[in-house]
């Protein structure tokens, strides 16, 4: 429920468990006041009374007396008596950048209005959206500030608006989504940051007095930093204490800021990159910023998770797909590379077939006369040396084998040797009049350019049309350099980026929308765009290059404290492991890839009779817990020996799925036990040894664990819910 209250100008934005107040003062400027767990009625008036002490205002329209910078604002801006980091800087033609939004309207409405050309959370049944208007009169320009609350799912969306109401130009330097502040800096900041093939570390940093900033200026949301942030209070674990959170439905440059302030206040943000951006909004234009997801949790990381995994599941995914689950794959990367036979990978199909895959996926190297990296990225026509009957005749014979056929490609690349970069080299991303930098023996293609998005559409329109496809797996694998274009004027280069990412998005739209039965899955080098916004069209993601289990413990469980299980792709690779060369035993290898959308990318036409019976094994135990996974509830779980296991669950009506893995093994460790969580205590469940165990004791007490003396030992257990005695 949003209300507000005339006679205090109070603003209260009420979830199912959490209450975000702000108020606009008798100036009509916006104070942020509290965002925490639900208050029933109102915020006691102490709180108000201390902001309003804190902040010396005095009875009087004098700016002078007012100091903005004691108060908590709702969305600061710039060159005013609030000296702190601003969520917004505009240029005006007069040269100057001070500017004073001041509220002059709002409006509550049921429902949730999209934002044109970006991606954003789709609307519930029960959500309300605020629209607040404010006004700078010095200027005609109109703010917008969008709230909607999910009221259920208890999530805010925020995203702001800004409209050049005047004839003069207008420049916008900076623009955050959203910005919340926080009364105290006694928190830690937690994020997710890593690097190629070592995506979404957690890393949790106690704040002090300094500015912080996760970021990316890659051209990509990135696998350095996810668009996530979070603050909590020090003592805040995984299942008690408070956390605040925001993740921005952007797949571009993003800052996500912390700023600690001489009177210990802290101001969170979350926008696109303000160093690589300038836009000119000129008049009568509107410009919308992307859409930032704020979550509180109450109870941990844990709840967190909940929320996040349930808002993207119900209203960010496509909705076809959110809620089924996701077929069994084996890719041909990890097997064959760019070396791609027909008679081999047939093999290949057929042997995967019968060990009960579900879908065959032709990774890089079929089209063009792509050997390795160096070419062909943009000519999407079948290479005839290496399917000399053609991509239809092949896709046949994986359709006679038993097999669903999904594809890859890599759309925003252009191959210096490539007919496509022949005939338009100047659609490449570049300085005009630089040298360009290759990557992976690479360009990026111009996004920015209309035609160049016309293009895509329609030659990925033709390929998906032509061929009898069910996945396509979209990769990225480069970042920009020389962010520039050959079609935009001087003024817009700045622009460059985020229009890239608008006609990326468009690209997205359009071809989801004309295949909606396609399963896509966004890559970059793994998860180097993992982010909402790409969610918002393609379900499910490639987590990490890194296809060790050991590494995808800790790849996996930054990845699942946002995004849900449904939409990680996670896959049995062969050892010694291709990025890192570690040995793990099957069966650990088959655990760590059943957290998310299972699979396998290695060459199971070319497996030992034990390896076949393991494999086949994992595939059937995979199709009895896969709904459990994809569908269910997940939960991390805490190990005996922190640092040296990971363990987790997935719970639904009918059964509880439990993994663990040790890292090292121990001498002379005892036999320790693996409590679990999120059962109902009375319900009774049946464990793979036959015995029955109530859920309270379970939870109480745990389940053994074995004790073995093996490296990255595994074990699964499936809790088949039965009949009370
Ligand atoms: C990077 C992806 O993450 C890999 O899985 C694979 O598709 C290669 N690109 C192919 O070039």
Known sequence: MITFDEATGIFH???????????????????????????????????????????????????????????????????????????????????????????????????????????????????????????????????????????????????IELRNNSSDKLEINQLNSACVELPTNDLDLLHLSGSWARETHIQRTPLSQLNYRVESTRGSSSHEHNPFIALMDKETTETTGSVYSMNLVYSGNFEATVDVEMQDAVRMQIGINSTLFDWQLQPGKTFISPEAVLVYSQHGLQELTHKYHQAYQNYLMPPKFAKKERPILVNSWEACYFDLQEESLLELASSSKELGVELFVLDDGWFGHRDDTSSSLGDWFVDKQKFPQGLEHFINQIKQIGLDFGIWVEPEMISEDSDLYRKHPDWCIEVPGRLKSYSRGQFVLDLANAKVQDYLIEVLSELFQRYDIDYVKWDMNRSMTEAGSNILTNSQQKEFYHRYILGLYRVLETVTEQFPEILFENCAGGGGRFDPGMMYYMPQTWTSDDTDAIERLTIQEGSSLIYPAISMGAHVSQVPNHQIGRVTPLNTRGVVAMQGNFGYEMDLSKLSTEEKQEIQAQIDQFKLIRSTVQLGKFYRLAVPVKDNAKAWLFIDDQQVVVSYVQIHAKPNSPSKRLKLTGLNSETLYQLPSGEKRYGDELMAFGLAIDVVHKDFYSQQWILKKVEDE
């Not at 700016?63 to 005006?92: C, H, M, T, V």
Request: hydrophobic fraction near 30%; include cysteine.
């Open 13 to 159: 934005l009420q979830g199912k468990q959490t209450s975000y107040f702000m108020q606009k003062n008798e100036h009509n400027h916006l104070f942020h006041l509290y965002w925490g767990s639900r208050l029933a009625k109102r915020l006691p008036d102490y709180v108000l009374k201390e902001i309003k002490r804190a902040s010396y205002i005095a009875d009087t329209d004098h700016i002078k007396e007012y100091k903005l910078e004691r108060l908590p604002q709702e969305y600061p801006a710039f060159g005013n008596s609030d000296l702190r980091k601003p969520a917004y800087q505009l240029s005006f033609q007069n040269g100057t950048q001070i500017s004073d939004f001041r509220y002059i309207a709002h409006e509550i409405s049921e429902g949730k209005p999209s934002l044109e050309g970006l991606p954003s959370l789709r609307e519930s049944a029960d959500c309300e959206t605020l629209k607040i208007t404010l006004q700078d009169d010095y200027q005609q320009v109109s703010m917008f500030l969008f709230y909607t609350l999910y009221e259920e799912a208890d999530i805010i969306t925020r995203h």
